[in-house]
């Protein structure tokens, strides 16, 4: 008696995608046979349920307006449940598809075409065969068409082109779900080497500062040592993927200074400005580290007078800005980064596109001016040693 017509099949790709596509970050796609297969198959069940009810209310409410034409419109209520049964048939399906996209993907092999072919031909034709026995009591198809071969052939037709639309649908689930699962890795990848080349710059200044001071002050040299320490357990505590709270990036630089402070006594003067509701605010690991031995070893270490260093760190509007001033020998113009900088702006860019960054400027009356750049809703996504 009523249709499900094939002329909807672009609208289930829509809004079958329009679902999926919102929820696939939430969702990853996994496979039956690893551990989260069980949790997998629930959740996309539930995706693909709500996505062809959404469907079986467009096909309801597509005819009831070719019923106008007629002036004899069926009431939504007698119409959906017979739209609602047909469009239950294709979850089992819908989920099937993204299965086997998932297990054997299409353009990676050759031999990967078996199964799609093997599940075309069974999941079809057992639809086929479904509707055919069904049809008695939900009438899907006009009038007109004949119960039996020919009910089944129309029915594998039109199961056919829906299932190939599914097929790439699935596909293109898949393969975005792994474009981003490479990207990830390769940031990560970025970020660790980034940090890498980072880290034994800093390790062989400290250590330097450290073995200057073992003759002449052994006790200091000591408490460098401990200091040290603790910027090497933060060092391997933390994820170079991931964002810590500025609160124990503060707590790093602090340790940091400590052991420069010794080593220049009385003329290392450090003053801080932090405003406490940005000390939770996500930071990547070891970002301020660098630029205060920057500030340290070539602003204020060939300076012969008082050195002066301030940290201020400040909210403004969106975002949050960490300022490092020292009073050193400057430059005369433009401020151009090493490697160590240059690591510290790319890392900022590559966790906070264009919301992160470095910026560096000469300081009126002498030295250098170093802003980080942070969103201010960054959170942090581990919890390092400090």
């Known amino acids: 008696m009523f249709c499900f017509l094939p002329a909807l099949p672009l609208s289930i790709f829509r809004n079958l995608f329009l679902v999926v596509d919102l929820t696939v970050d939430s969702f990853p796609v996994s496979g039956l046979g690893t551990r989260r297969g069980h949790r997998w198959l629930v959740r996309w069940t539930v995706i693909a349920l709500l996505a062809w009810q959404v469907e079986a209310v467009l096909g309801t409410l597509q005819f009831q307006l070719a019923a106008t034409r007629s002036g ?35 353009g990676l092999r050759a031999a990967h075409a078996g199964p799609h072919l093997a599940g075309f031909v069974i999941l079809v034709a057992a639809r086929a065969v479904i509707v055919t026995i069904l049809y008695r009591w939900y009438g899907w198809y006009p009038p007109g068409v004949p119960i039996g071969i020919e009910l089944l052939a129309s029915s594998l037709l039109n199961n056919a082109l829906i299932y190939l639309l599914l097929t790439g649908l699935a596909h293109a689930i898949v393969y975005s779900s792994l474009a981003r699962e490479r990207e990830r890795q390769a940031s990560e990848a970025r970020l660790a080497v980034l940090s890498a080349q980072i880290q034994p710059h800093f ?39 991931g964002l810590v709270a500025l609160r124990e990036e503060l707590q790093i630089a602090r340790a940091y200074l400590q052991i420069e402070q010794r080593r220049f006594a009385d003329r290392l003067v450090v003053a801080t400005d932090i405003d406490p509701g940005v000390l939770q605010v996500g930071i990547p690991p070891f970002v301020l580290q660098p630029l205060l031995e920057n500030a340290v070893r070539h602003g204020l270490a060939p300076a012969s007078g008082p050195c002066q260093l301030r940290i201020s760190a400040q909210p403004v509007g969106k975002s949050v800005e960490i300022r490092i001033e020292d009073n050193g020998i400057g430059a005369d113009a433009e401020v151009v980064p090493g490697v160590g900088l240059s690591n510290v702006g790319d890392r900022l860019r590559q966790h906070f596109g264009v919301r992160g960054g470095l910026t560096l400027t000469p300081r009126p009356g002498g030295g250098v001016i170093a802003v980080v750049r942070l969103p201010a809703d960054a959170v942090p996504t581990v919890t390092a040693a400090s």
Do not use: K
Request: aromatic letters at 10%; a negative charge; proline letters at 11%.
């Open 72 to 106: 004899d419109v069926p009431p939504f209520g007698a119409v959906y449940p017979f739209e609602a049964i047909a469009s239950l048939l294709w979850v089992p399906v819908s989920v099937a598809c993204l299965w086997l996209a998932e297990r054997w993907p299409l």
């Open 203 to 241: 390790l062989f200044n400290s250590l330097n500062t450290i073995a200057a001071a073992v003759p002449d002050h052994p006790d200091q040299a000591e408490t460098m040592i401990v200091d040290l320490a603790t910027l090497l357990r933060y060092s391997l505590d933390r994820d170079p993927a």
